[in-house]
Nanobody
Framework: EVQLQASGGGLVQAGGSLRLSCAVSGITFDDYAMSWIRQVPGKEREVVSCTSKSDGSTYYADSVKGRFTVSSDSNTENEVFLQMNSLKPEDTAVYYC???????????WGQGTQVTVSS
């Protein structure tokens, strides 16, 4: 069974930091592109970051570049982190971790974790 367990969300004041975790099981980690995607009710999903499986490079949305950083657990390589610094109220959203691969195509989502940034 494939599981992506996102955690670490919460309430923080503007300027603060949070670290989200995504524990991944049931897939071969290196076969998948790992993304953090956020959703605000009534708005389109935004891809916050996406780490390529081919070369390990990470894309960051312009809205978070320089403030958010993705890393993974170097020991087990089955956990992905999103370090979020200098948080802004507009970062408030439900954050999901996502694992996707093609040929064959598979797309897995975690349950989401709420991040609320107060002004």
């Amino acid at each position: 069974e494939v599981q992506l367990q996102a955690s670490g969300g919460g309430l923080v004041q503007a300027g603060g930091s949070l670290r989200l975790s995504c524990a991944v099981s049931g897939i071969t980690f290196d076969d998948y592109a790992m993304s953090w995607i956020r959703q605000v009710p009534g708005k389109e999903r935004e891809v916050v970051s996406c780490t390529s499986k081919s070369d390990g490079s990470t894309y960051y949305a312009d809205s978070v570049k320089g403030r958010f950083t993705v890393s993974s657990d170097s020991n087990t390589e089955n956990e992905v982190f999103l370090q979020m610094n200098s948080l802004k109220p507009e970062d408030t959203a439900v954050y999901y971790c996502n694992a996707e691969r093609g040929d064959p195509w598979y797309d897995y989502w975690g349950q989401g974790t709420q991040v609320t940034v107060s002004s």
